[in-house]
């Protein structure tokens, strides 16, 4: 079951819901706030001061960062324009009572190739069933080739930051982005300090420790994952941020970012995906 909802400001978004999980997805940005598995918490953390209006994302959920990862590239907006864009619905397919599958759609405009001049299709498909699976498939319809970087943009609710352990990047080469310096990972992660950290060649599967609750993030097709906690400082000076949201999320994205970047010839498609379960 499915259903269409529309703020009073215009702002839409899709609410579905089956026999094992509910979710809510913005069309701006393909962007989903909400997943839940029936009698379970919620997956997504969303900052109590986000706004929900057309033109700035939403502060947490699952932001679509295309055709950039970062703000390496200066011609294009951080993280791309994927998610202030509007995106159309294509179907909405309810096989049974435990899948229900969202697919949405961006296609260049004039609007599009004034900040990037290149003919695409962006197709966004997320599985609610009591797992979450996303996938991000970019299809080039231009005649040129072009390069993109890409991240589902994670950020998960946690009880609070001081009880989470990550585990999965062990031994992994990291960009250190706050002082731009290559390290490697010791052991797990916890965080108790600004972390923000690309890890490459990691495409293996990362769990997400928090107290009994556990968090298992597999992706296909990306190799790089990014994490992100802005700690008190950073966090107290973000748009739609709360001052203490630091405390209950941590970013962890799966991506192709910096050198693990795509290039697309014409008429080619790419593909990643990422699971939560
Ligand atoms: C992370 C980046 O992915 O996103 C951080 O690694 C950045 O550097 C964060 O601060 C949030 O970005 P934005 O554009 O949503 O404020």
């Known amino acids: 079951m499915y259903k269409i909802k529309k703020l009073e400001n215009g702002f839409e978004y899709i609410e579905v819901k089956n026999d094992v999980a509910s979710a809510k997805i913005a069309f701006q940005g393909a962007h989903i706030f909400s997943y839940k598995r029936s009698n379970k918490e919620e997956l997504l953390w969303v900052s109590s001061l986000s706004a929900f209006t057309l033109g700035s994302a939403i502060r947490g959920g699952i932001p679509i960062c295309w055709p950039r ?113 290559e390290k490697v990972q010791k052991g797990s992660i916890r965080i108790n300090e600004e972390v923000d950290r690309i890890y490459q060649k990691a495409n293996g599967k990362i769990i997400l420790q928090d107290l009994e609750k556990r968090l298992e993030i597999q992706s296909k097709h990306s190799s790089s994952v990014i994490v992100w906690n802005p700690w008190i400082k950073k966090c107290s000076q973000m748009s739609g941020m709360e001052k203490e949201g630091y405390k209950s999320f941590v970013c962890i994205e799966s991506a192709n970012a910096v050198d693990d970047f795509v290039m697309l010839g014409a008429n080619e498609s790419f593909s990643i995906e990422v699971s939560y379960n």
């Open 69 to 181: 990862f970062g703000n390496l590239d200066k011609s294009l907006p951080q993280h791309g324009f994927a998610r202030t864009a509007v995106f159309e619905l294509v179907e909405v397919i309810a096989d049974n009572n435990t899948l229900t599958t969202v697919h949405l759609r961006l296609k260049s405009s004039n609007e599009t190739k004034k900040l990037w001049a290149y003919a695409f299709t962006l197709d966004i498909l997320f599985h609610i069933s009591n797992e979450l699976k996303i996938e991000m498939i970019t299809t080039n319809n231009d005649t040129k080739e072009f390069l993109i970087t890409q991240a589902f943009h994670a950020y998960f609710k946690l009880s609070d930051i001081k009880n989470i352990e990550i585990f999965g990047l062990e031994n992994k080469p990291f960009l250190d982005s706050l002082v731009n310096e």
